[in-house]
């Protein structure tokens, strides 16, 4: 379940560049994109496109390397990065896993935004055509022992980043969907610092 919250994560982020290519839209978003939030939908669907899980929630994003996604459906967790450590909070289980950071994002989708500007470090970008009113663009890891084989990113030319394919080694895909996003809204410094909450059992490395 870790592994199915946290390429959620890779969602921090969605703007637009006007008529450029898919790359060159991720690459100017990053460069003028300092904060995020929209809400998001999550399916995830076994090889055979069967859905097997699904969520939704709000996720906020300041970078370098901060973020705050809340799932509120079906179930509630809080997923936390204060720019040194990685928290996921499961309110169900009262349970906080914590872990360094870098460590847990690595060469996950995350990374892609979350981090700094050097994004052809740790993944091969190209173009991936046309399909659905979307240009997408395909993120591959250059690490081999990313989870993730490839990552592909959908923009509207108005709206910006608004969809997300994420495929694992295991032959399951992730798709994520934004709406209502806001672009570099200011954002309390709280919100991107977590507390575990009393009597809750905490799990580190």
Known sequence: MLKKLFIGLSIFMCATAAQAGAIEKLKTFIAATHSAQANFS???LDQDG???QSA???MQFQRPGKFRWIYQTPYEQIIVGDGVKFWLY???LNQVTVKKLDAALGSSPAALLAGSNEIERGFVLRENGSRGGLE??????KAQDSSFAAVLMGFDAQAGLVLMELNDTFGHKTVLRFSAMQRNPKLPAQQFQFTPP???DVISD
């Open 42 to 44: 999550q399916e995830v």
């Open 90 to 92: 499961d309110k169900d």
């Open 50 to 52: 069967r859905r097997i």
């Open 56 to 58: 939704s929630g709000i």
């Open 198 to 200: 009393a009597g809750a």
């Open 136 to 141: 997408w663009l395909q993120a591959t890891p």
